[in-house]
Every structure is written in C-alpha cells, then in structure tokens.
C-alpha cells in the first residue's frame, strides 16, 4: 500500500496536481509517520505557494532538527515571506566550520568507494560486499546533506543581500560553491552581481575543486569536471582571458553541440559587445529572441545593441510588446526607458529607469541608466549619488567607478576623477575606455609621458581584443595631441593622419554635426603640426580642407591667415608665429567626442553587464553597460553589462 500511494503521489506531482499530492501524501504519512513522507508533504505544500503553511507543517511534525534538507527548505519558506532575520535564525549567521572541510572528504571517499565497487572485491565474501554497499549508502546520504548545508549557505547569502551586507553575501556565496561546486545558483548571484572583479573571478574558478564530481565512472567524472568547468568559464568576465574564453566556448560547441545553446550564445553576445561590435552582437540576441522573445537574460544585452545602433523604431515595438504581456518584469521598464533615452527624452527615461531599479534594486542596467540621464542633463550631484550606490551595489566591476572619475572630471575635479579611476583600475586594467579617461586626467595634470602611455595602451588593449578601431579615433587623436604638446612633431602628425584615413573623430555616430566638428578639429591640429614641422603648403591645405568643413571656424581662419603670411615671408626665422593664443584651443580639441558620448548609452552586466550589467550588470550585463560623457569628457566607445 505505501508503495502505490508513494506513487501515485509522485504521479500527481509530475502532472502539477498539488491538491491530489497533498490529499494522497496526507494519507501515506498517516500510514508511515515517516518523517521523510513528512518532508515531502511540506514540500508539495511550498509548490503551491503556502509558505506559511510549510513553514508551519514543518515545525509541526519536529523537522527543523531533522535534517539540513528541513532546515533549508524551513528558511526558504521564511526568505519567499521576506522574513530575513528568521531565516537567518534557523540558517545561522555563519558557515559552519566543519562543513568547508567534510565536503571535500566526503567526495573523495564516495569517489573511492565507488572505484572499489566498479573494480570488483573478488573472493571476499558476501559480508565484505554488504558492508561496502552500507558504507556507500552512508556516504551518498551525506554527500546528501552536504549539498544542502551548500544551498544554506546560499540562503544565507540572499539574505545578507536583502540586507545590504553585500561582503557577507559574497563570502556566504562563496562558501557555497566551494562546498558544492555544482551549486550553480550561488556562482550566477557571484558572477551576475558583479561581486568579484575580473582577477578575482578567474582565480576563484581555478581555486575550485572540480574534479571532486562524481558520476557512474571514472571517466565520465574527469570529462564531467572538465565540462562544468567551461560552463562556468563562459560566465566570467570578458575583459580578461578572451583566449580563454574563445577556448571553452569552441570545446562546448564542436564536443557537446551547444553552438546554438542560449547561454553560449549570450556569452558570446558579450564578448562582442565589449569588443564594441555591436551590430554581430545584436545578430546573436536578435536570433535567439526570434526563437525565445521573452528570454529575460538576453533583453539588457539586445537593448544595449539597438541604442547604439540608433534603433528608436525596434526599440519603441519590443517596449511596448514587453510592456503588454510583462508589466511586472523589471526588464520591461528598463526597454521603455532606453526607447525614452535614444530619442532624448531624458526626464522619461529617468523614470522608467528609477521604476525598474524599484521593482528590482539589484538590476545593474537600471541604476546605471538612472544615473546617465542626470549626468546627461549636467546634474552633476545627481549623478555621483546614482553611481555611488551602483558601485556600493555592484562592488566588482570597475563601470560605477570609471562613471564617477568621468563626472569629476567634467567638473575638473582632477584629483577626484584620478582617485575613483585609479580604483576602477584596480578592479579591470583591461578596458580601453577606463585607460583613455586616465590618459585625459594625466595630460590635463601636463603629465604627458604617462598620458601618452596609457593612451597607448588603450590601443594595444584594444587591437588584442580585436575591437572595432573606429571606435578607438578619440583615443588616436588625444594621442596625437599629447604628442603635440610633447613637440614630437612626427609622431603627433602620423597619429592626426590615421584618424583622418579612418574616418573622423566622431565617425562612430550618425550625428553629422558631431562628426563635422570632429574631423574640423583634427585638421586644424594637423594643420598647426606641419606648421611646426616648416611644412608650410601642407598646412595652408590641411587648413583649407578644415575651413571647408566648418567655415566659420575663428581659430581654423587665424592660423590659415598665418600661414599665408609666414609663406609670404612676414615672418622670416622659418618658425611659426604665436602658438600660445591657439594652443588652448587645441588642447580643447582633445574632447571632440564630448557630444557624441552625450548621445551613447547603455553595459550587464552583464554580463556583464557581467555589468550589472551583469551582469556578468552591469548586464551585463550582462553582462549590459551604459557608456556616456558630458562636455567636458574625452570619452570613446569600448562598452560591454552588465
């Protein structure tokens, strides 16, 4: 009899009817008093809802005591009531100590005994077998146990978060993984939140131990190992490892077809995005959304291509279809909001930005976009608070804190903006934008070897990568500038000359006003370099083709008059006239990209974006990121997130 009713209560709980589970269970404990069928009802009971009364059965029949699988499952009916302090109170505030080191014991002796039991103990007797068989069971059911005190610790980890202890949190997920590392949901909230920088990510998926999965087979554990650790490569932040990276992703795809796996896919999204290629990446989301349109981990990233890509009409469709079949997803306001910001309505993206960050306070893409709309309306205040709490919010990636140096330095507070970017490269030293930023804040200091050097190595970054380079122009034209001011006449004038045979400055946008100012501005610096150089005839035409493309430009028409007199012989040592009434503005022109940033937007996290994007934010976000720069910015495009 209990065997039928054990399953026929397994039967209704594959076809999803709770009412016959718990009628039929109800009965099957009265038969038992078992406390296993007991744990089983007051598991039907949490499917369907009835946290409370779970809770209640549970205490009821003295289960807390029980096992951790009571404990855990009486804490998350507490966490789903938003009753943190009591779920806190049966999971203890702590990881307990002897949990961390049994875990590994306990696999490798499974590990072993299994082994034994694969190789056959000939000629030892039937006793010896049921002794090994006993001894196996008692291993299985704690390896059992173990993988609950590792889903407490992630509990643990939730609740910590509900309350702002985000260290707590990031140890308890930790914790977590360390103890089983196929505890998954712990290492998404690690990797999704953005709670580990980049190096630091990388090192704890080397610290953890894989090969302690067990399967059936030797074999097949190694291969398993193997296996769950690509997978969770594939999370990791993509500003480190790309090679990494491209190796885990091309071993899933040819071994274990999942090239057109959802999750891979989205990674490499993200790979892509922060290699600013946007239009291949939003070739990848816009496939699988075609198959998956409501795939929720994949919209930050989608939304974040079509901005840049300045598609306000796909844009205004996917928001509104979102907004009809999911009002309550936060991701659904998030969209509408970006629609707002690509066609500048600011004051409603803000709100439809701070109304997702309300639905979801740890939605990365949502506090980074809430605080862009202040700092593309100069409200500078407003804007370092929002990135402020991103960053108390987001602690491992290195996006809050590059915005906040970027706001400093449109309010020329040089050595705020050089604190908080120095603390963005101490989380990533791999993004091309945050080493660009630096570079401005050293050649406004006039430390101009260091700016040169990092502006160099925003560019080196950026070619490993395999970046886009016209989204790198800005950075080759400061370089040019900084060599300028270096008198390093050749070096200056081959850089001004790569921007112009690339495109322009401003080439990256649609916005041709942005575009003529840029390419003006570079030819006019080109012009003052050959002048420099004794180049005079190079000058008066680099300096025509600039007066062509913005005609009323002062500057551009007093150094054209000069050069014309120095040709003429009114100045006769061979040097050019008065440098110092143009050098300011042409130190000036090293922000050419300010009014273009102004326009860019959304990074996970995240995967970015990792991210929050995550992801990864920062979405992403994603892994999915927002990039932007104000007046006073000499910012360029190298988004991921979250």
């Known amino acids: 009899m209990q065997n039928f009713l054990k399953d026929w209560r397994q039967d209704a709980m594959n076809k999803h009817q709770y009412d016959s589970a718990i009628f039929i269970g109800d009965k099957l404990l009265a038969l038992t008093n078992d406390p296993n069928d007991a744990f089983w009802l007051a598991q039907i009971h949490f499917s369907t809802g009835n946290y409370s009364r779970a809770l209640t059965f549970l205490d009821k029949h003295k289960l807390l005591d029980h096992s951790p699988s009571c404990r855990y499952l009486a804490a998350h009916c507490c966490i789903k009531q938003s009753k943190y302090e009591e779920a806190l109170a049966i999971l203890g505030d702590k990881t307990p100590g002897h949990v961390l080191g049994n875990a590994h014991k306990s696999r490798r002796k499974l590990q072993h005994t299994s082994g034994n039991a694969r190789n056959g103990l000939h000629g030892k007797g039937s006793s010896r077998t049921e002794k090994r068989d006993q001894s196996e069971e008692q291993e299985k059911e704690s390896m059992s146990d173990t993988k609950y005190e590792a889903a407490m610790c992630y509990l643990r980890g939730i609740c910590f978060a509900k309350q702002n202890s985000y260290d707590r949190a990031k140890e308890c997920y930790m914790d977590a993984v360390r103890i089983d590392v196929q505890c998954f949901e712990a290492f998404d909230q690690l990797m999704r939140n953005c709670l580990l920088p980049p190096d630091e990510e990388w ?129 659904t306001w998030l969209a509408v909001g970006v629609y707002y910001l690509s066609i500048s309505q600011i004051a409603e993206a803000r709100r439809f930005f701070s109304k997702a960050s309300m639905m979801d306070p740890h939605f990365g893409p949502a506090w980074i976009g809430f605080a862009h709309t202040f700092a593309l309306e100069g409200e500078h205040d407003q804007a370092v608070s929002a990135y402020g709490t991103a960053a108390r919010l987001f602690q491992g990636t290195h996006l809050p804190q590059l915005f906040l140096g970027m706001q400093h330095l449109q309010l020329n507070n040089l050595t705020l903006a050089h604190e908080y970017l120095t603390t963005a490269h101490n989380l990533c030293r791999t993004d091309p934008l945050l080493l660009n930023e630096m570079g401005v804040v050293f050649y406004h200091l006039d430390h101009l070897p260091e700016a040169i050097q990092l502006f160099n190595r925003a560019l080196t970054i950026a070619d490993e990568i395999d970046s886009d380079p016209t989204f790198w122009l800005a950075t080759r034209a400061n370089l040019g500038h900084a060599y300028r001011r270096q008198h390093q006449w050749s070096l200056a004038l081959s850089e001004f000359e790569e ?102 937007a959304m990074r996970n996290g995240g995967r970015r974006a990792r991210a929050p994007a995550g992801g990864n934010g920062a979405g992403t976000t994603g892994r999915a990121r927002m990039s932007e720069g104000g007046e006073d910015s000499m910012m360029v495009v190298s988004d991921e997130e979250g």
Request: proline share 3%.
């Open 203 to 331: 090192d704890f998926l080397e610290s953890l131990d894989f090969d302690a999965i067990t399967t059936n087979g030797t074999d097949t554990s190694q291969e398993a190992a193997q296996f769950a650790k690509m997978l969770y490569t594939t999370r990791l932040s993509k500003y480190k490892n790309p090679a990494e990276f491209s190796n885990a992703v091309e071993s899933l795809s040819q071994h274990y077809n999942l090239d057109t796996n959802p999750d891979l896919l989205l990674s490499k999204a993200e790979l892509l995005f922060t290699q600013c290629r946007f239009k291949q990446a939003l070739a990848i989301t816009t496939s699988v959304l075609a198959v998956d349109q409501y795939n929720f981990s994949f919209l930050p990233l989608h939304l974040a291509c079509l901005h840049e890509l300045h598609q306000p009409n796909t844009l205004f469709l996917l928001a509104h279809r979102l907004a009809d079949s999911y009002p309550d997803e936060p991701a």
């Open 499 to 600: 921007v112009l045979r690339q495109g322009t400055a401003s080439s990256s946008t649609n916005d041709s006003q942005n575009s003529t100012a840029g390419k003006h501005n570079i030819l006019a610096a080109k012009g003052l370099v050959l002048l420099e150089m004794g180049r005079i005839w190079d000058a008066v035409g680099s300096l025509h083709e600039a007066l062509g493309v913005c005609p009323q430009d002062p500057v551009a028409t007093d150094l054209l008059a000069r050069a014309l007199e120095e040709n003429v012989g009114k100045n006769g040592d061979g040097a050019f006239g008065d440098e110092a009434s143009t050098e300011g503005y042409l130190d000036e022109a090293i922000e050419v990209k300010r009014e273009e940033m102004r326009r860019r």
